[in-house]
C-alpha cells in the first residue's frame, strides 16, 4: 500500500513538473523585480512625470520605514557570516573536546599550549559570532541600526584577528616541539 502511494505522489509531481516545469516556477519568482507601470521615457527621450511620481512614491516608503527586500549580494553575504559563525562555533566545541582528551597526557607544556589554541579558536568564534549579528543589523534600513551594526562587526573582526593571531603562535610553537621530539607527520 505504502510503495502505491508513493509512485502516486512520484507521479503527480512528475506531471506537476511537466506541466509548469522547475524553470518557469524560478522566471515566475525573478519577475517580482520593480518595474515602472508607465514608461519612463516620453517620445522625446525626456523623462516623464508619471514616472518621476511613481519613484517619489516609492522613496516615500522606504524613508517611512516600509521593509525592502535584500538585494541577492545582501542575502549571500548576510548568509555566509552566519554559515562562517556556524562553523567556527563546532571547530571550538571539536578542539574543546579534544583538549579533554588530552588531559590525560603527561606533558603538561602541550597541554598549556593547547589550552591557550583553544581559547583563541573560542575568541574567533565570538568575534565571527558579533559580526554576523552585526552584519545583521546593517542590513536593516534603520540608519541607527545600521551603525551599531558596523560598530559591532568592528569589535568582532578584532576579536577574531586576536584570535587568529593567538592560535597562529600557540600552533607554531606545538609544530616547533613536535619537530623536536621528531614526531612523524
Same mark, same amino acid.
Given at each position: 500500500?505504502?510503495?502505491?502511494?508513493?509512485?502516486?505522489?512520484?507521479?503527480?509531481?512528475?506531471?506537476?513538473?511537466?506541466?509548469?516545469?522547475?524553470?518557469?516556477?524560478?522566471?515566475?519568482?525573478?519577475?517580482?523585480?520593480?518595474?515602472?507601470?508607465?514608461?519612463?521615457?516620453?517620445?522625446?527621450?525626456?523623462?516623464?512625470?508619471?514616472?518621476?511620481?511613481?519613484?517619489?512614491?516609492?522613496?516615500?516608503?522606504?524613508?517611512?520605514?516600509?521593509?525592502?527586500?535584500?538585494?541577492?549580494?545582501?542575502?549571500?553575504?548576510?548568509?555566509?557570516?552566519?554559515?562562517?559563525?556556524?562553523?567556527?562555533?563546532?571547530?571550538?566545541? &571539536?578542539?574543546?573536546? +579534544?583538549?579533554?582528551? *588530552?588531559?590525560? %597526557?603527561?606533558?603538561? #607544556?602541550?597541554? !598549556? $599550549?593547547?589550552?591557550?589554541?583553544?581559547?583563541?579558536?573560542?575568541?574567533?568564534?565570538?568575534?565571527?559570532?558579533?559580526?554576523?549579528?552585526?552584519?545583521?543589523?546593517?542590513?536593516?534600513?534603520?540608519?541607527?541600526?545600521?551603525?551599531?551594526?558596523?560598530?559591532?562587526?568592528?569589535? &568582532?573582526?578584532?576579536? +577574531?584577528?586576536?584570535? *587568529?593571531?593567538? %592560535?597562529?603562535?600557540? #600552533?607554531?610553537? !606545538? $609544530?616547533?616541539?613536535?619537530?623536536?621530539?621528531?614526531?612523524?607527520?
Amino acid at each position: 500500500m505504502k510503495g502505491k502511494t508513493l509512485s502516486n505522489a512520484t507521479a503527480y509531481a512528475n506531471r506537476i513538473n511537466m506541466r509548469y516545469g522547475a524553470k518557469s516556477m524560478l522566471s515566475k519568482k525573478r519577475s517580482k523585480r520593480y518595474r515602472f507601470r508607465e514608461p519612463i521615457l516620453d517620445h522625446n527621450g525626456d523623462v516623464t512625470k508619471e514616472s518621476i511620481n511613481e519613484l517619489q512614491t516609492k522613496l516615500n516608503k522606504v524613508n517611512n520605514g516600509e521593509k525592502l527586500a535584500l538585494s541577492s549580494a545582501e542575502s549571500k553575504v548576510l548568509t555566509g557570516v552566519w554559515v562562517q559563525f556556524v562553523g567556527t562555533f563546532i571547530e571550538a566545541m &571539536g578542539t574543546t573536546e +579534544e583538549l579533554q582528551e *588530552l588531559k590525560e %597526557e603527561e606533558d603538561q #607544556e602541550a597541554i !598549556l $599550549l593547547e589550552r591557550q589554541a583553544v581559547v583563541a579558536i573560542w575568541l574567533q568564534t565570538i568575534g565571527s559570532g558579533l559580526s554576523a549579528f552585526g552584519y545583521s543589523l546593517e542590513v536593516s534600513r534603520d540608519e541607527e541600526k545600521e551603525i551599531q551594526g558596523r560598530k559591532l562587526g568592528i569589535i &568582532g573582526s578584532w576579536f +577574531e584577528a586576536y584570535g *587568529l593571531a593567538v %592560535e597562529a603562535i600557540v #600552533e607554531t610553537a !606545538l $609544530l616547533k616541539a613536535d619537530i623536536e621530539e621528531q614526531v612523524p607527520f
